[in-house]
């Protein structure tokens, strides 16, 4: 639990923060909706604090807009300096705003202030406009900070992970709306169920939700806008989204079916885990693998569900269904060769066969997505990893001196070495299997940086 959160609170307090001019009622007005706070060019615009209030899905949120850190000045750009470093130490969560065309002295002054809060601080580097920008940001991961978002306020990029990590950030410190912080009981997984048109994904719904929510026919494409409900399992609260079945684009005609597929892709984005449906007789498809590898780049749980198992071994001897499953096991290994850890499972959702160790699965593939290992632990791993392989390297003195976790949901792991030229790209396949075999990563993507330190 925070030292500063106070459990008499139901709003959960949240402050951007920075030097004049970084963006901040910008993306003060981008998480609001609206235009409440002014923008200008001009730097020091915002001085008095501007206030509103956000909703992120349940979570209650009092939005705080303040003027910009400055060494330099008059008595206003003082006073608006103290007044940042006070709401630092009074709100719930900080969002420290920094531009990404580089760190300046006052950037640097104000995180040096900032540090004692640093458990309660996300690192925002705005104006992150491409994938590429977003690939140059070691700086900023160099300032030490346990989460960093790159955003784009004035194009909206990365804003729904902006808030994701907010309301993330507030379940961990215990904060549900209209609760007490200590009241909270259950955690919440997003589940997404995917896949090709009549797999069986709304019937999969319906068996989960126990109602009949989510229409089912034989005519593909009848699912056209998100179906939601949420249900409790094991102590989990688990809200389930039944999404229209994702085609190839040449079989997409109709407009309506174009942004139902939009909007199912849509929901990778937001998801923590994808259950992709796959027809156990028709077996996996070319669409299924893109489906798969889409959700394995966002860092999202996967699990492979080979739905109507009991159509497929109807009559069949035990032993021959047991063969069965081998081969189709066997050979989705052999097209998903980069993600060997995805579970598979069978099911009926028709019957509800396996539908129990499914969300058994759901539940350890979610623990995993958020699971933090300290950096003291890791090292120690990694020292150990080393000695058990060593660096394949030839007249070269390289070495990886340091390892962290940036990330959780997805997993992020960092890696320093003093070379990074001389260093063997291939050896990131030794560590992603030695962090799955010894830290408990094996049924998640996660992913790993290596930077020169």
């Not at 494409?221 to 609260?237: A, I, Q």
């Not at 623990?367 to 632990?377: E, F, W």
């Not at 959780?408 to 070379?419: E, K, Q, S, W």
């Amino acid at each position: 639990m925070i030292s500063s959160l106070n459990t008499e609170k139901k709003v959960f307090q949240v402050a951007i923060l920075g030097r004049p001019n970084v963006g901040k009622s910008t993306l003060f007005n981008r998480l609001v909706g609206r235009n409440r706070a002014i923008t200008h060019t001009s730097p020091g615009v915002t001085r008095d604090t501007v206030e509103s209030r956000l909703r992120i899905r349940d979570l209650e949120v009092t939005l705080l807009d303040t003027g910009g850190y400055s060494r330099h000045g008059g008595i206003i750009e003082q006073r608006v300096a103290e007044n940042s470093t006070r709401i630092a130490g009074d709100c719930d969560l900080i969002l420290l705003l920094v531009e990404a065309g580089g760190l300046s002295g006052e950037d640097l002054d104000f995180v040096e202030r900032l540090r004692r809060y640093g458990d309660k601080l996300i690192l925002v580097v705005n104006k992150v406009d491409s994938e590429s920008q977003a690939m140059k940001l070691g700086e900023f991961h160099a300032l030490g900070f346990r989460q960093l978002i790159a955003v784009s306020a004035a194009h909206g990029r990365n804003i729904d992970e902006l808030k994701e990590g907010i309301y993330q950030f507030a379940l961990r410190s215990g904060y549900t709306a209209g609760q007490e912080p200590e009241g909270r009981e259950a955690k919440r997984v997003r589940l997404a169920i995917l896949g090709k048109p009549n797999t069986g994904k709304s019937t999969l719904l319906n068996r989960l939700l126990r109602t009949e929510k989510s229409l089912v026919t034989d005519i593909p494409g009848t699912t056209r806008d998100p179906v939601e409900g949420s249900f409790h399992y094991r102590g989990y609260e688990l809200q389930v989204v039944d999404t229209a079945g994702i085609r190839r684009k040449s079989k997409v005609r109709e407009a309506v079916e174009y942004y139902s597929v939009n909007r199912s892709i849509k929901t990778i984005e937001d998801a923590d885990v994808v259950v992709l449906v796959i027809d156990a007789a028709e077996g996996i498809t070319e669409q299924d693998k893109k489906i798969t590898a889409l959700a394995a780049r966002r860092g999202r749980g996967i699990i492979l569900v080979l739905n109507k198992w009991d159509r497929l071994v109807a009559g069949q001897s035990k032993a021959r269904a047991e063969q069965l499953w081998r081969e189709l096991r066997d050979r989705t290994r052999f097209l998903f060769p980069t993600l060997g850890y995805t579970p598979a499972l069978r099911i009926s959702a028709l019957t509800g066969l396996g539908v129990q160790r499914l969300l058994d699965t759901v539940v350890t593939v979610f623990g995993q997505l958020n699971r933090k290992v300290a950096t003291p632990r890791l090292n120690q791993l990694l020292q150990a990893w080393v000695r058990e392989y060593t660096l394949p390297v030839r007249g070269r003195n390289v070495k990886i001196r340091y390892a962290t976790q940036t990330g959780v949901n997805p997993v992020r792991f960092l890696f320093f070495v003093n070379d990074l030229k001389g260093y063997p790209k291939r050896y990131n396949q030794y560590l992603t299997g030695r962090i799955r075999r010894d830290l408990g990563f094996d049924k998640i993507p996660l992913f790993i940086e290596v930077r020169e330190s």
